[in-house]
Each structure stands twice: as C-alpha cells, then as structure tokens.
C-alpha cells in the first residue's frame, strides 16, 4: 500500500511490538541540511560517486577527495539533529527495543539520543592512516593542508567511511542482519535502497516476517517489499508516528 496519509495499521502494528528495526539513509539528515547523495539536489548532482567515494580515485587525488570530505565534515559538524531523528529515539521510551541500522555516517542518530545504533558505512568523525592504522581527530588533521599526513609514519590519512568496492564492518553488518530477523517491525527511513549490501537489510527483515513500514517523498526498490510506504518526510512523519501512539498508550493506561 502506497499512502499520503498514515494508515491505522501502522498504529496497530507498532503498539503490538516490543523490537523495532530500522534502516536509515541520507533522507533521514536531509532535513537537517545535510546534502542526500543522489537526485537533482543530491551530492552526486555534482560529482559521480565512483569519481570521489572510491580508493582508486583517493589515491590518484587525494587533494581533491579531502576537499569534498572536509566540506562536508563542515556541514555535518554545524548539523543539529531533526525531528526524525528526535522521534526515532524517542520511540525506545513506547517500544522495549528500537535498533537502528543506519548508512549515515553523521552520527545525528546518537546525537539524537538513540541508544543502539549500527553504523554500516562507518562514521565521517573518525580518520585513519592507511599505512600504520592510527587513528586521528578532526582537528588534528584539518589544522595542516590537505591532503593530511600521519605524524608517525608519513602515510596518507583517510576519513574511516565504507567506500564502493570496500567491506562493510562485518561486526556491524552481522549485528545489524540479527537485528533485522528480530524484529517484528521494521521502518526503512530516507534511503534510496539501491547501495548494496546495506540494502539488503530490510529484505531480512521482510523475509523473516517483519512488518515493513517505508518513509520517503518518492518510491524506490525497497517499495515492492514494504507493507505500507508513506510518501512523505520522515522530519513530519516520524513525529507524527510517535505523539499518536504516545496517546494511544495514554488511553490504555486509563482504561485499566
Ligand atoms: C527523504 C527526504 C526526507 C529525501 N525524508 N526521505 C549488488 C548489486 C549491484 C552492485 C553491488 C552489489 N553489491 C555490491 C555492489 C557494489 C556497490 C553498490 O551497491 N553499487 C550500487 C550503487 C549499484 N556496493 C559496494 O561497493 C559496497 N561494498 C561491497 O559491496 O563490498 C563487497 C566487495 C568488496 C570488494 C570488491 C567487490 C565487492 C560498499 C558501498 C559503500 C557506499 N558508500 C557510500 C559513501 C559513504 C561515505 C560517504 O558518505 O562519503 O554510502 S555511497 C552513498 O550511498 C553512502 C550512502 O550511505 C549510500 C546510500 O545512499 P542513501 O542513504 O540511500 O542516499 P540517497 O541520496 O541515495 O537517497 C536519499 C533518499 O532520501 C531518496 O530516496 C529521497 O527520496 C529520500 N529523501 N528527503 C525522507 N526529508
Ligand atoms: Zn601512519
């Protein structure tokens, strides 16, 4: 079911949960001013993915790939989580377990206040030496000119994020598949669906019986798969969501 509005099903479905997954993606930040990758506005309305977001293309210009990191950690480090982000964490004070799975690699879910959060395309707070490991602060390598370079070793430093033709963290991605078998519902948030193997998870979970709930502005490939999809922004959705079943639980409680 594709819908403008939010059916009472979802309600239903949610109240009756106690573990709730959930899947993010760029759309969920956009409301937070943070660019999506893709579509007319998105980061790759500039630049292909496969020109920056890659290895090869790091260590050919790594002047330039530390350009466009560097204004994006900008960006991310003025952001302030949203309203989906806030109603997202606010959903473990209604449901006994929400896990969320997110390709964001901003951090505003914790920010938010989400207690379980699994990261699959790393964190843009965190860089690392390709030669040696060690790891690096922000404000330690954007002091100097870019591209930055290991004070131990020389090697070049990179931001700690899972670029194409790279593995996920396995750890992570393993916690996140469980996560997925688990739950009895599962939102699948601001995601394009089309990055591989993120994308897969809410297949687990639809294939191991999870109710899936989708919320973006436009359908994507993950459509065919979800229950009910709920064209909108998840910065109103979301909110929406959780104030209703906050009164639904109110009334409950009154009742008994
Ligand atoms: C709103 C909204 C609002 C807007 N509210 N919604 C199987 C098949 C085909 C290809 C592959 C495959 N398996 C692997 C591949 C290759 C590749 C891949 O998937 N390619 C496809 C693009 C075809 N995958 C990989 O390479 C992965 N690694 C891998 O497979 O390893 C195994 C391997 C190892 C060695 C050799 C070969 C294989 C790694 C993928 C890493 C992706 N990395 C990036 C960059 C991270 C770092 C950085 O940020 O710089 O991750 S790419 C980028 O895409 C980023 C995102 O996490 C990811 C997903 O994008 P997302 O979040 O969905 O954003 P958008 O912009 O696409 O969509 C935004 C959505 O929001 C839209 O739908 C809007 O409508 C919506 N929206 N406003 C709600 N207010
Ligand atoms: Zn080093």
């Not at 997202?88 to 004070?93: C, D, I, T, V």
């Not at 207690?115 to 390598?141: F, M, P, S």
């Amino acid at each position: 079911m594709t819908t403008e509005t939010i059916p009472q099903i979802v309600y239903d479905k949610l109240i009756a949960a106690r573990v709730v997954g959930a899947f993010t993606g760029a759309g969920i930040s956009a409301e937070s001013n943070i660019p999506t990758f893709r579509g007319d506005e998105g980061l790759w309305a500039k630049f292909k993915p496969e020109e920056l977001a890659n290895f090869n293309a790091f260590m050919k210009n790594p002047k330039l790939v530390w350009e466009w990191y560097s204004a994006r950690k900008k960006i991310i480090h003025g952001a302030q989580p949203n309203p989906g982000h806030l109603a997202l964490a606010e959903l473990e004070e209604i449901i006994d377990e929400v896990i969320v799975v997110t390709q964001n690699i901003d951090n505003l879910h914790r920010r938010a206040g989400s207690t379980k959060v699994y990261e699959l395309h790393g964190n843009i707070e965190r860089n690392y030496c390709i030669k040696c490991g060690e790891n690096y602060a922000d404000e330690v390598i954007l002091a100097d000119e870019l591209p930055p370079k290991c004070g131990k070793c020389s090697g070049l430093v990179r931001p700690d994020v899972v670029w194409f033709g790279e593995y996920l963290p396995q750890d992570e991605f393993a916690a996140s598949e469980e996560a997925a078998q688990r739950s009895e519902v599962f939102l699948s948030l601001g995601t394009s669906g089309i990055v591989y193997p993120a994308a897969s998870i809410p297949q687990v979970a639809k294939y191991s019986g999870a109710f899936v709930i989708e919320i973006n502005p436009e359908t994507t490939p993950l459509t065919e798969i979800a229950d009910v999809t709920i064209l909108g922004k998840t910065g109103k959705v979301l909110p929406e969501i959780v104030n209703t079943l906050r009164s639904i639980k109110r009334k409950g409680k009154n009742i008994d």
